[in-house]
């Protein structure tokens, strides 16, 4: 049965009017809506709004973090069959005004003043920007700008409005359309202006529902809204999929007490990119650092007890009598504590997307019970392309394509998706469009991957870094960088690593060691060395190094596909890749086409087969002042297996 | 009239001795603020050492005579109280530094606690005689005066003396010696005292081993005169009222106080008890404190508290 | 925020001090000291140490007794009041060296300053029926508030003992504004603050004054802030008023400038 | 390590203010009361219920009231033995003297003379601080002492100078038994701890704690010292005034003065200084603690003795008792000065954190 936001919105407020739909942490205590509470506020905003002037297709800006009344607006807009635009509230004010005059916009939802000043000052640029509401008036009321109004302000307009038309509310719901343009989310391209992703009721909706299907999500989950609403990951979590099932979004006091409010809160939905997870862990640890001997021990024994037995439990595998009274008792004693800290003692389900997640990482919070997940998906797919079953979760795959999804890999290796919930198109970008959609409904992902055995899919890199083995042993294999980089960087001692190997006849690396890790081992087998030059360069290092190295070869031999992309020779650089001398994007991704050339000798010495090699480098200071660092770096061979055919 | 005269003799006298045991409350607050409510334990604990080092002298070295005894006796318990002294300031005061009055009174209160079953635990618990050879049979002054004179008892007025005496001592000590000058300075600053570079611990140490041996000659009178026992240790009960009326950090004002309160406790048992069923000196002077504090909150002597935001 | 500067109006005057002496012991605190608090503006006194800022505020709100002088506070004069009755009026304040109540948490060190809002009596209280538990949870509701306007939301629970100083500085402005009061004295509130810290501060003494108009008579030594954030400024020196006017005005002034700038940081 | 407090979250302030807002907590609460009421009776002797338990309830409900002076209030009184006579003698008199006069009210008459004679003996309070107080409080012992010993109304004019009660009943039932004492004694605790926890989070509650942290930042903002230190003399003796009654009437039955001595207010304010001062719970601690301490080192120092072959005497015990007790009193000032209650709240933070160390 196709429908709305709206319409769900009317639905829930009728069959459970008192049931709470949001809550939000605020003068202390859990301020509660209910959905009851909610349309009459929605109505009322969408009242205001309607005098004010916007109407159908016409698009409104919400900028802020998760407040019920930010989502309330963007409903409020949907109802009037406007199209809301989430913009990130820390994106700074030159970065608005693309969207704002790309969709020309004329109203703006801005929760406080430091959102407000951001669009006040860029209204020279925008001047059709007539209306902003704030939701915060903390600051504001001095303001005497034109067309800037508290949103209390709308509300009791729209009050009145709404009394003196009854109806309003309802008809203007139902004209909107299931295959109405929803909402826009825009995308920060890596080049050029950022593209508006159109997205209709359906397409949100199909999506929502089926991950919620997929999970049997219901209408007494508890979701913690605490990233962007302007990620479509947010959006879809505490908006599409809320309004889907009717469960309880919480928005937490504010960012500095969202671990507070996660453990009061004790969500049963979850989700979150690797980075938070990767926090909670590092915080675990150093926490645990500082307990009595006597408790790290145990907590220590617990955990590796964890790591054995806790995955097949979680997937369903039977265990030991003798584990599962041990795994009991470390429940008891230690994974239940700590899930009740991490604030996920009532965790169903939590999801984690975005880049490639440590299988360690991954490891420990499903050994410790917490059922995490991937899936894997874009703005573009409304989220929901493959997820994993709770029982065959891995960290290296994405999971089953779910219901109503289409996957085929094209001949170059890349994933095309068809599915309901693919975005109807760039905003005013056709050729933007052509290029991902095809006539006959395929979306080019981008990304390049395959099915495994068990039907998961599983993504090895963008499609352009993916190149082809030349000559050599193992000619014409893929070659995926980013992928043999990720799997050596979930080692701890390896902080970066730059991979070669297109056109080539094999794969070589150069390798970033992480100085505190590396320090730290070195200490503990008392290892003299001077600075990270010295240290990268012990053979003890490279002896550590190489057996990481010898690691992922015999994971890559595994597997069928990248069996090629093995790594035959590598080097640990003496100086850090630095964004400042323009070997790593600000967002820290390595530049392997700038490294290659400007660390020539090392890629001739790579491939020319040199056991050591002399390099000469200009580094930028903190000052600014440009120095020279030269050091002579020795070059290794590592073992590489013979490739395993994957049997069955 | 000679009646009267009498009882305000007496009256003086067991006011004397409260004067003593105020004197060693007022020496240790003036230079720690420390209201050291185990003064009457200590006077309990050096009686104890006393009577009980004068019985074992002679009985381990067979000297009997009675003034080495004593002397020896004297000498020892002194020593004792000593350590005391050094002991309190080294296991308690120390670490307690800058805590409130009420902590630190407390903190005394478990230091009475402790010297009552020390020195019971060492000493025994029994009732001891101090005989330090004081004349027991009363005389008559003033026969002439008035009919059948005045009974005065002589251990009184050598007690007397002898309080005299140390009180003349202790002003000496703190006029002449240079440690006593510390002392003065430490109780008017103890900041400045300090910044000048007066040792606080050792000044304390110093001020509770004065009082250490004023309570031993407090302990050795008394002992001498009622017996030691374990009620010795309630005589600081009886001595509070007396600081409260001549105020906390006033010497005179602890002897003034003394004599005051010990004339009121007599005259009012023997003029006022008898219409209230007697035994009404334990709350008397009490009463009269309270009284005063309504009034003249630092005492007769004391010096105005101001404080400041 | 500073282009779009607010405009704010100030009264007329709301707190007259007429020939203020105080001695201690015959020492001169404060020597025929006059000045008036005009309503909804940030009026400063400032001074080098020892010039007897807090002397002034303490006979303001009523802990010392002026031996001569008095202070009328919306036209009724006073010449010594109870801390309670000038509470009562509406004047509340903070303290130099930090005076909260150590025992107490945030939430409850700033509950005390509603005490004076506080009706139902001890009985009630005791068995917390009814009007006793409505009182509590409608006077949380405004502590809360100003939890929330002072941003220490994450604090709420904990003892203040335990914050950072530049924290409990904000719990002791928060306790003061518990209170409503009509005229907020601050006794040196940027006292050992790093400089972040006292840009918070300043922050927060302009939205007090903005948000609720609440007059604010602030003591300082540290120049530069109160130039930034002040109406109008009295300059005290050893005891004496040397200066009286706007910022600028006191700037200019020669002895000013002579017995503060001079040794000024 | 038992807590699970995910979900817990409070949607308004009267959950968000009540006093266990854990459930964990309310859970452990009711299974202790549970225990007292219902499982205790079942389980312990006649002697246990007249050395131990009933000692423990009546003494806990006296130092409860003695923290609400000292350790909310942050006046110190020496004078609380004083006050358990006078509720212990005035609910004497109105029992005896009117006819009828159900145990109850008589109780809780004593507990009002108690309150009447503690606010007349802390106006000192509102001049003097600290020692100066001590010795007013001293005063009020002292009178009393006296006034119950030499006055022979008090004691209905008894030729002993004991007064005694019998055969006690409450609407119609007879509490005679141990068990009934303990549950009657009980009974009155819990009820006095819920309205003392209610006080001291309550405003008066925290006029109280200002005026102890720092009094003049409370006058400031609008606190009356006098108000305050009067109401905390108030409702202490009172409640120490009722615990008297109780000592009297249903522990001792039939009782002297010196059953209030002196001795008894030290006895308290150690409670309280053990248990934890500023702590409701920690009045519980400490009564149990001193209740206990004495009887196990009855038991244990002999048995130490005879094994290591030294004759023990009772004399030693007792000095042993005074020397322990001294000596802990200045170790928690100097080492916990909130007492058993302050590392009773350190367990159950670490318990909450566990695994982590903080």
Request: net charge neutral; aromatic share 10%; with cysteine.
């Amino acid at each position: 049965m196709q429908t709305t936001f709206p319409r769900l919105l009317l639905k829930h407020a009728t069959e459970r009017p008192r049931a709470a739909a949001m809550r939000e942490k605020e003068f202390g205590i859990w301020q509660t809506l209910s959905w009851g509470d909610l349309r009459e506020l929605v109505a009322d905003i969408a009242g205001g709004l309607h005098q004010a002037g916007l109407r159908r297709g016409q698009h409104m800006v919400v900028v802020g973090s998760n407040r019920p009344r930010l989502y309330a607006t963007m409903l409020a807009a949907q109802s009037l069959g406007a199209v809301p635009i989430p913009l990130y509230q820390d994106s700074a004010a030159a970065e608005c005004v693309f969207p704002i005059n790309n969709a020309d916009v004329c109203f703006a939802f801005a929760e406080d003043q430091e959102q407000v000043d951001k669009l006040l000052e860029i209204r020279e640029l925008c001047p059709q920007l007539a209306h902003i509401y704030f939701d915060d008036p903390r600051g504001l009321r001095k303001y005497d700008e034109p067309g800037l109004m508290a949103i209390e302000e709308l509300v009791a307009a729209g009050k009145v409005y709404a009394r003196q038309h009854e109806s309003f509310f309802k008809t203007h719901i139902e004209q909107a359309q299931p295959d109405d343009v929803a909402a826009m989310f825009f995308t920060s391209g890596t080049t050029g202006n950022p593209k508006g992703v159109v997205h209709t009721h359906d397409s949100l909706l199909d999506r929502a529902r089926a991950g919620a299907s997929f999970d049997k999500l219901t209408h007494e989950e508890e979701v913690l809204a605490y990233l962007p609403p302007a990620w479509i990951g947010q959006n879809i979590f505490s908006y599409a999929q809320w309004l889907a099932c009717g469960y309880i979004v919480n928005c937490p006091e504010s960012s500095e007490t969202v671990t507070i409010d996660l453990k009061e809160v004790g969500p049963t939905y979850y989700f979150a990119p690797p980075r938070v997870f990767e926090g909670l862990l590092t915080s675990v640890m150093i926490r645990m650092e500082d307990a009595s001997a006597l408790k790290r021990k145990m907590f220590h024994a617990f955990m590796e007890l964890a790591r054995r037995v806790g995955p097949d439990r979680m997937d369903g595998k039977p265990l030991g009598l003798a584990d599962k009274l041990l795994y009991t008792l470390g429940d008891w004693m230690v994974y239940g504590p700590l899930r009740n800290n991490l604030g996920m003692s009532r965790v169903r389900v939590a999801y984690t997307a975005g880049e490639a997640i440590g299988p360690d990482l991954f490891q420990f919070y499903r050994s410790i019970g917490i059922n995490l997940k991937q899936l894997y998906g874009s703005t573009e797919t409304a989220v929901f392309v493959c997820l994993q079953p709770d029982n065959a979760a891995r960290a290296d795959t994405v999971g089953l394509p779910i219901a109503g999804v289409e996957i085929k890999v094209a001949a170059n290796g890349e994933i095309l998706v068809k599915s309901p919930g693919l975005l109807k198109e760039y905003f005013k970008n056709p050729q933007a469009t052509a290029e991902v959609l095809t006539p006959d409904g395929w979306y080019h992902t981008s990304d390049a991957g395959f099915i495994d055995a068990h039907g998961h899919l599983k993504i090895i890199d963008r499609v352009k870094d993916v190149g082809r083995i030349k000559g050599g042993a193992n000619d014409g294999a893929m070659f995926a960088p980013k992928y043999v980089e990720n799997k050596l960087k979930f080692f701890p001692f390896i902080k970066e690593v730059v991979a070669y190997g297109d056109g080539r006849e094999k794969v070589c690396v150069m390798i970033n060691i992480d100085m505190n890790a590396v320090g730290n081992w070195a200490e503990r087998r008392n290892l003299p060395y001077a600075g990270y030059t010295d240290l990268a360069q012990k053979p003890e290092v490279y002896q550590l190094i190489q057996e990481c190295i010898e690691k992922v070869n015999a994971d890559l031999a595994a597997d069928e596909l990248l069996a090629g992309s093995q790594i035959s020779r590598f080097l640990v650089l003496h100086k850090e890749l630095d964004a400042d001398d323009g070997e790593l994007t600000r967002t820290n991704k390595v530049r392997r086409a700038f490294i290659a050339d400007k660390y020539q000798p090392l890629v001739d010495g790579l491939y020319g087969g040199k056991t050591e090699q002399y390099i000469e480098t200009v580094v930028k200071f903190e000052d600014g002042r440009a120095g020279k660092v030269s050091a002579t770096l020795r070059i290794d061979d590592s073992k590489t297996f013979a490739p395993i055919k994957a049997a069955a | 009239m000679g009646f009267f005269i009498e009882t305000l003799f007496s009256g003086l006298m067991a006011g004397m001795l409260y004067s003593l045991v105020a004197l060693g409350f007022v020496l240790i607050f003036k230079a720690s603020g420390v209201f050291n409510f185990a003064q009457g334990a200590m006077v309990l604990f050096a009686a104890l050492a006393m009577a009980r080092f004068a019985e074992w002298i002679p009985a381990w070295t067979g000297i009997t005579n009675l003034i080495f005894a004593n002397v020896a006796a004297f000498l020892i318990a002194g020593l004792i109280m000593f350590a005391v002294a050094w002991l309190i300031e080294r296991l308690v005061l120390r670490h307690l530094v800058n805590q409130e009055a009420t902590t630190l009174l407390m903190a005394t209160l478990g230091i009475t606690y402790f010297l009552e079953g020390l020195g019971q635990t060492i000493f025994g618990s029994d009732i001891y005689q101090i005989n330090i050879g004081m004349p027991k049979e009363p005389i008559f002054l003033f026969d002439g005066v008035f009919p059948g004179g005045i009974l005065v008892n002589q251990e009184d007025v050598i007690a007397a003396l002898i309080a005299a005496a140390l009180v003349a001592l202790l002003s000496l000590f703190f006029q002449k010696t240079s440690t006593g000058r510390a002392l003065r300075a430490v109780a008017d600053d103890h900041q400045a005292a300090q910044s000048i570079g007066i040792p606080l611990n050792r000044i304390w140490v110093i001020v509770w081993c004065v009082a250490g041996v004023v309570a031993l000659v407090a302990g050795m009178i008394w002992g001498s005169k009622l017996g030691v026992q374990f009620t010795l240790a309630t005589v600081a009960l009886r001595a509070l009222p007396v600081i409260i009326l001549g105020g906390l950090t006033s010497v005179p004002g602890a002897i003034v106080g003394g004599l005051i309160i010990g004339v009121g406790e007599k005259l009012s048992e023997v003029y006022l008890g008898p219409f209230v069923g007697g035994g009404i000196e334990i709350w008397f002077a009490y009463v009269l404190a309270l009284v005063f504090l309504l009034f003249r909150p630092q005492g007769l002597f004391g010096e105005k508290i101001i404080d400041r935001v | 925020m500073s282009e779009i500067k607010p405009l704010k109006k100030i009264g007329d005057v709301i707190m007259d001090v007429r020939n203020i002496s105080l001695s201690f012991g015959g020492v001169n605190a404060l020597t025929d000291i006059s000045f008036d608090v005009r309503e909804h503006e940030v009026r400063a006194i400032i001074g080098p140490n020892g010039a007897g800022k807090s002397s002034m505020l303490n006979c303001i709100n009523g802990v010392y007794t002026p031996q001569q002088g008095e202070i009328s506070f919306r036209g009724q004069s006073f010449k010594h009041m109870s801390s309670r009755q000038v509470a009562e009026m509406g004047i509340a304040r903070t303290f130099q060296n930090l005076a909260l109540f150590k025992g107490m948490s945030v939430v409850d060190n700033i509950m005390t300053g509603r005490n004076l809002h506080i009706k139902s009596n001890l009985f009630l209280q005791a068995l917390r029926i009814g009007p006793a538990q409505r009182e509590e949870e409608k006077h949380r509701e405004f502590v809360e508030h100003i939890i929330d306007f002072l941003e220490i939301q994450a604090h709420r629970k904990t003892p203040v003992g335990q914050l950072p100083y530049g924290l409990q500085k904000r719990v002791d402005l928060g306790r003061a504004l518990a209170m409503e009061p009509q005229v907020l004295l601050l006794d040196e509130p940027m006292a050992g603050m790093n400089l972040e810290e006292k840009q918070d501060m300043s922050r927060f003494i302009l939205d007090v004054n903005d948000e609720f108009g609440t007059t604010i008579v602030l003591i300082e030594h540290d120049m530069g802030v109160v130039m930034d954030i002040s109406d109008r400024v009295v300059v005290l020196d050893y005891g004496k008023k040397i200066g009286d006017g706007t910022p600028r005005e006191v700037r200019e002034n020669e002895e000013v400038i002579s017995a503060y700038l001079g040794i000024s940081h | 390590m038992f807590y699970r407090e995910n979900g817990q979250f409070k949607t308004s302030y009267r959950a968000d203010q009540q006093i266990f807002p854990i459930a964990q907590d309310r859970w452990a609460v009711l299974a202790m009361l549970a225990f007292g009421f219902i499982a205790v009776p079942f389980l312990f002797d006649e002697y246990m219920f007249r050395a131990i338990l009933i000692p423990f309830v009546i003494l806990a409900l006296a130092a409860l009231g003695v923290n609400i002076l000292v350790g909310y209030c942050g006046q110190i009184s020496l004078g609380s033995g004083a006050f358990m006579a006078v509720g212990a003698y005035a609910a004497y008199n109105t029992y005896v003297r009117i006819d009828g006069m159900p145990l109850i009210v008589a109780l809780l008459a004593g507990g009002v003379f108690a309150t009447l004679v503690g606010v007349f003996f802390g106006i000192p309070s509102l001049r003097v601080k600290g020692l100066y107080l001590a010795v007013a409080t001293l005063a009020a012992q002292f009178f009393c002492d006296w006034a119950f010993l030499r006055i022979a109304w008090f004691t209905n004019n008894s030729t002993s100078g004991s007064v005694s009660v019998s055969n006690l009943k409450v609407f119609g039932w007879a509490i005679d038994s141990p068990i009934q004492k303990y549950l009657f004694c009980l009974t009155f605790l819990v009820v006095f701890g819920l309205m003392a926890k209610n006080l001291v989070r309550s405003a008066v509650g925290r006029e109280w704690m200002a005026i102890r942290d720092m009094d003049v930042a409370a006058a400031v903002i609008g606190i009356r010292p006098m108000y305050a230190k009067l109401t905390a003399f108030a409702v202490s003796s009172f409640i120490v005034g009722v615990a008297g009654g109780l000592w009297g009437f249903v522990h001792l039955g039939s009782w002297e003065p010196a059953a209030f001595s002196v001795d008894r207010s030290f006895q308290l304010l150690f409670m309280v200084i053990i248990g934890g001062m500023g702590s409701i719970m920690g009045s519980f601690f400490g009564a149990a603690f001193i209740v206990v301490l004495p009887i196990f080192l009855n038991q244990f120092l002999p048995a130490v003795g005879d094994l290591i072959g030294v004759p023990i005497s009772t004399a030693f015990v007792s000095h042993a008792e005074l020397m322990i007790f001294g000596a802990l009193i200045v170790w928690f000032l100097i080492v916990e000065p909130h007492g058993l209650a302050r590392l009773w709240s350190i367990g159950k933070q670490k318990l909450r954190l566990w695994p982590f160390p903080h």
